[in-house]
């Protein structure tokens, strides 16, 4: 038997009871600290579970981050800095580097009629910068000393081939001014059926209530005038989304609607769409960049809307998929092609005036 055998029988007949019974309540909460299980290296637990608690101070209050971040910025103030090593003073060592003159061989030396050498030893940097640029050689000056030289007739490059690059300058752009229209006196316009109002244009106007945008929508159903109803990025929703459909199935004048950035979800949209096929008078609509991508349905929908409406010429909205595009491509041109009259059914299907007038006769182009 090995002295290490030796050494653990010992132990064999130990009574583990008997000795947890004669500690003591401080060392059985210090067996307690040592026998906990802890992974400091996995970055998923809670730090809590990471380490143990070395704290035995009692928690003096809430956390009130703002006096922590004073303390912290005062103790950072009244810490001195440290002194550096060696002072800085300001003394240059070493001596500076000069570019040794290169003697060009007798082989490499170019020489030139007399005209040219003195018409070159007369020009200025400009001019100097434009000849480079004519030659070729590019490496000598920036892109924009290069393509000023060649694409203008005149010389523009006044600073020389070894020239800083400046930046452009460009004009400032005002921005857009907010948007002029009296909410509350178009509502009553539309509401009043007026004939001199043709477009209603909230866009950008991101203060409406949602109620005022369903009262809006409202007073369309029953308004002849209004040809265009532009809502972009007025924060408007699925309520909004609803209201705006209910308008589409009993509204026939409206031709062109734009519901484009706004938060309408795929249940909104869909809605929108299942009226437009209700309406027949609808020819422009757009409802693209919405909060959230509506979904591989939604463009199904949109491509069977389109092919099922001959009357929407315009439809805006970024396709994800493949498929929805090319039948909503497809389905575009052909609903411009039909608006042409007999030259688009002749375009369209490639046949004489007597087969497109029997076509018409026959079947349905919306079928088609």
Not at 173 to 190: A, F, G
Request: with cysteine; proline share 6%; charged share 30%.
């Amino acid at each position: 038997m090995s002295s290490y055998q030796k050494e653990l029988e010992k132990y064999r007949d130990i009574d583990e009871d008997e000795i947890l019974r004669s500690l003591s309540p401080e060392e059985l909460e210090q067996l307690d600290y040592e026998l906990q299980e802890m992974d400091p290296e996995n970055m998923l637990l809670p730090a809590g579970l990471r380490q143990r608690d070395q704290t035995k101070k009692s928690p003096t209050g809430p956390l009130d981050r703002e006096a922590l971040m004073q303390h912290l910025e005062r103790q950072a103030l009244e810490t001195k800095e440290r002194d550096d090593l060696v002072p800085f003073t300001g003394e240059k060592k070493g001596k500076p580097f000069i570019q040794p003159k290169r003697e060009i061989p007798v082989e490499e030396q170019i020489t030139l009629e007399p005209e040219l050498e003195e018409a070159l030893a007369k020009a200025t940097d400009a001019e100097m910068c434009d000849i480079a640029a004519i030659l070729g050689m590019y490496t000598l000056m920036s892109n924009k000393q290069y393509y000023d030289a060649i694409c203008s007739g005149e010389i523009c490059n006044t600073e020389g081939i070894s020239s800083v690059v400046q930046p452009d300058k460009y004009k400032p752009v005002p921005d857009e001014p907010p948007n002029p229209t009296d909410v509350e006196e178009t509502l009553k316009r539309i509401q009043n059926n007026d004939q001199a109002l043709e477009e209603v244009n909230l866009n950008n106007m991101q203060d409406i209530a949602a109620s005022t945008l369903i009262e809006l929508c409202q007073a369309m159903k029953g308004n002849t005038h209004v040809r265009s109803f532009s809502l972009v990025a007025t924060r408007s929703g699925d309520p909004v989304a609803n209201a705006v459909a209910e308008m589409l199935r009993e509204n026939k004048n409206l031709q062109s609607l734009n519901i484009e950035s706004n938060f309408i979800s795929s249940s909104g949209l869909m809605a929108v769409l299942k009226a437009v096929r209700e309406n027949s008078t609808l020819t422009e609509l757009r409802m693209d960049n919405q909060r959230h991508w509506p979904g591989d349905a939604v463009e199904m929908e949109m491509a069977a809307m389109l092919e099922h409406c001959p009357a929407i010429v315009r439809f805006g909205y970024h396709f994800t998929q493949q498929g929805p595009r090319a039948r909503a491509a497809r389905a575009v041109t052909r609903n411009n092609e039909l608006r042409k009259g007999p030259l688009g059914w002749r375009k369209l299907f490639g046949v004489g005036s007597s087969s497109i007038k029997f076509s018409v006769t026959r079947q349905d182009p919306a079928e088609i």
